[in-house]
T-cell receptor, first 109, second 114 residues
Framework: GQNIDQPTEMTATEGAIVQINCTYQTSGFNGLFWYQQHAGEAPTFLSYNVLDGLEEKGRFSSFLSRSKGYSYLLLKELQMKDSASYLCAVNKGNTPLVFGKGTRLSVIA | NAGVTQTPKFRILKIGQSMTLQCTQDMNHNYMYWYRQDPGMGLKLIYYSVGAGITDKGEVPNGYNVSRSTTEDFPLRLELAAPSQTSVYFC?????????????FGAGSRLTVL
């Protein structure tokens, strides 16, 4: 099976840095995705990691350690518009993505 | 380029009624998916399809049916609606089924069963 764990809620201050962790247990690992979902909207793709290491894309970075079954999403210079849910999803072989329950991030002034 | 289009956006059903959620994509993607999302529960896969004429069950298929007669369309049918099917339903599509298979989601359909 695939167990994907991430914190339910986080709060951070505008302009700060926040790290959202995701741990997973799966066989046949074939990549990890992060999606952003604003309230009442559809999820949108943020990042994809299949090799160990850090992938940087503007204010957002995503890290993967396959040996530890661990990933994090790092958001820098937080803005109010970053308030959203962040979904970690794991790809196993050719099967569809399995999503974690998501982390709801609130950015406060 | 419309991407993934779902209809209806909102619907209220009575227990025992049936309905079809429509989903169409214009990106010529082979893979299509139906997920449901309940508060605090993330996205759960209902059914998916790897191409026209091929469908397979996901994690929570009971009470639902799908068909894939064309590449573009992947309707989800609810038979005998139950309150447990109150949820937000998302259709998605992707070009491939593994690797960097980025999912493109529709805007969602909010269904309430009373």
């Amino acid at each position: 099976g695939q167990n994907i764990d991430q914190p339910t809620e986080m709060t951070a201050t505008e302009g700060a840095i926040v790290q959202i962790n995701c741990t997973y247990q799966t066989s046949g690992f074939n990549g990890l995705f992060w999606y952003q979902q604003h309230a009442g909207e559809a999820p949108t793709f943020l990042s994809y990691n299949v090799l160990d290491g850090l992938e940087e894309k503007g204010r957002f970075s995503s890290f993967l350690s396959r040996s530890k079954g661990y990933s994090y999403l790092l958001l820098k210079e937080l803005q109010m518009k970053d308030s959203a849910s962040y979904l970690c999803a794991v790809n196993k072989g050719n099967t569809p993505l399995v999503f974690g329950k998501g982390t709801r991030l609130s950015v406060i002034a | 380029n419309a991407g993934v289009t779902q209809t209806p956006k909102f619907r209220i059903l009575k227990i025992g009624q049936s309905m079809t959620l429509q989903c169409t994509q214009d990106m010529n993607h082979n893979y299509m998916y139906w997920y449901r999302q309940d508060p605090g529960m993330g996205l759960k896969l209902i059914y998916y399809s790897v191409g026209a004429g091929i469908t397979d069950k996901g994690e929570v298929p009971n009470g639902y049916n799908v068909s894939r007669s064309t590449t573009e369309d992947f309707p989800l049918r609810l038979e005998l609606a139950a309150p447990s099917q109150t949820s937000v339903y998302f259709c998605a599509s992707s070009r491939q089924g593994s690797g960097a298979n980025v999912l493109t989601f529709g805007a969602g359909s909010r269904l309430t069963v009373l």
